[in-house]
């Protein structure tokens, strides 16, 4: 193993381990072979002014990068085009960073405009993220366009964007990372103190066709957003962040949604948790989705709450101290009703074996609102398309909250087998639902309507 001092613009082309001690590089390093490691040994290596980037690879293969700290660029390390390259024990913090408590994010910027952050990988495979510390600066790992890589138990906490995101990366695994306090503040007129908690920093954000990927274990708690999937940009185009697997993640105490999945298909949420947000999970537009075995308690607005989404299965998850447990409805959008025809309400769920407990509304299913709770203007109003429909809600203990069951212009509502008793307004309320003959107090017995 080469053991050098690190010197400002140096290519390395051999095994090295660097002398310890605190370097200035404004032009940092970058790696010219392959098949080699690079060694920090304690160095430190320090940029000027938050520009430029610590460490470089371009079109390498088989590259170790271990215990480097970085600090002061705009990109601590950044890789392009690179194949089996592993990132571990390394420590990049205060790289460039958007003022906080001044701007919404803007999450469609590509590689090129990219903020900044401490890992960069662009257009990179078969790759490892490994025990890394990226806190402490406004985004931990970006990754564009990546395929198979592995991230695991990094530090990406106390960011003011994004702890992981993801760009156009499928098939990879995250895993036992920690994305916790994610969070920005956006000032409105009126000072301080007025604006928007959250202004889309998250602790992972997926977007442009970010699809076939794993979360497993993660936790992205108190960010402003926890797990924040977007796909429909805002040009129109259809990039949906689909088929992918949460599973055991903890995205809980943001102010604003711990699961957020949009114009998505085919993704599974698995044994999470999404307490204590506005909402646990808000999907809409969404299709062909499971939510299953989840714990959604103390959520202001809504455990789940669903515009326009279709083909759901709802199974074995607790709802407990939320505004609502379930909220689904529908609400005509015309640009949304041109990209997505078959998109126009909530349709073909199966909502079964879960408990509602303590909720304000178990579970309400309304035509025609804004959010799910207000009413459209009547002239938007009305089209029997729009009514929610074909929504199985069987085998449920649905008891304690105050509001069991609330429909409202929904239609082929199936009702069977659920424990729904002791809710102190209503066990069951309906108005102007199409095809009811079921009773007001259901019991064991279940109905149609």
């Known amino acids: 193993m080469n053991v050098v001092q690190p010197t400002n613009g140096m290519v390395i082309t051999q095994n090295t381990t ?25 160095v430190v290596l320090v940029g000027d002014g938050r520009k430029g980037r610590g460490v470089s690879l371009n079109g390498r293969r088989n590259v170790v990068l271990r215990k480097l700290q970085i600090r002061d660029y705009h990109h601590g390390i950044h890789a392009e085009d690179c194949e089996n390259i592993t990132l571990t024990g390394n420590r990049v913090t205060s790289t460039a960073e958007v003022p906080p408590n001044t701007i919404f994010l803007d999450i469609w910027l590509g590689p090129v405009e990219a903020y900044g952050g401490g890992v960069c990988l662009v257009r990179c495979t078969n790759s490892r993220v490994e025990n890394n510390d990226l ?27 994004y702890g992981i995101h993801l760009f156009g990366t499928c098939e990879s695994l995250f895993e036992a990372n920690s994305a916790d306090y994610c969070c920005r503040f956006e000032p409105r007129e009126g000072g301080r103190h007025h604006g928007h908690m959250g202004a889309d920093a998250t602790g992972f954000l997926a977007v442009m066709g970010s699809c076939c990927n794993t979360f497993r274990r993660n ?38 949604i711990a699961f957020e999945a949009t114009f998505c298909r085919g993704n599974r949420f698995l044994h999470n948790y999404a307490d204590r947000c506005n909402y646990g999970f808000w999907l809409g537009f ?58 126009e309400t909530c349709y073909d769920w199966q909502i079964e074996q879960n408990t509602f407990k303590s909720n304000g509304r178990g579970l309400r299913i309304a035509a025609d609102q804004d959010h799910g709770i207000r009413s459209m203007p009547a002239d938007t109003c009305g089209r029997p398309e729009l009514r929610p429909r074909n929504i199985r809600i069987r085998e449920n203990d ?48 279940g109905g149609y309507l």
């Open 398 to 445: 649905i008891q304690d909250n105050r509001v069991g069951v609330e429909l409202v212009g929904a239609s082929e509502i199936t009702v069977t087998g659920n424990t729904l008793g002791h809710n102190v307004e209503a066990d069951l309320r309906q108005d102007d639902c199409l095809g009811t003959n079921a009773s007001a107090n259901l019991g064991d017995e």
């Open 135 to 161: 806190q402490h600066q406004q985004n931990g790992l970006l990754t564009y366009h990546c395929t198979k890589l592995t991230v695991t138990q990094n530090q990406c906490s106390y960011n003011s964007g």
């Open 286 to 343: 969404s299709w062909d989705t499971e939510i299953l075995g989840n714990r959604m308690i103390m959520n202001r607005q809504a455990g789940i709450a669903v515009e326009n989404g279709h083909g759901f299965v709802v199974r074995g998850n607790t709802f407990q101290g939320n505004g609502h447990g379930i909220l689904l409805w529908s609400k005509y959008v015309p640009k949304f009703a041109m990209a997505y025809p078959e998109s």
């Open 219 to 256: 936790t992205a708690r108190m960010g402003g957003d926890g797990f924040f999937l977007a796909g429909l940009a805002p040009d129109g185009t259809k990039c949906g962040c689909n088929d992918n697997l949460f599973e055991e993640n903890d995205g809980s105490l943001s102010p604003n």
């Open 18 to 42: 660097f002398v310890p001690g605190v370097y200035s590089l404004p032009d940092g390093i970058t790696v010219g072979a392959d098949g080699i490691t690079i060694d920090g040994g304690g």
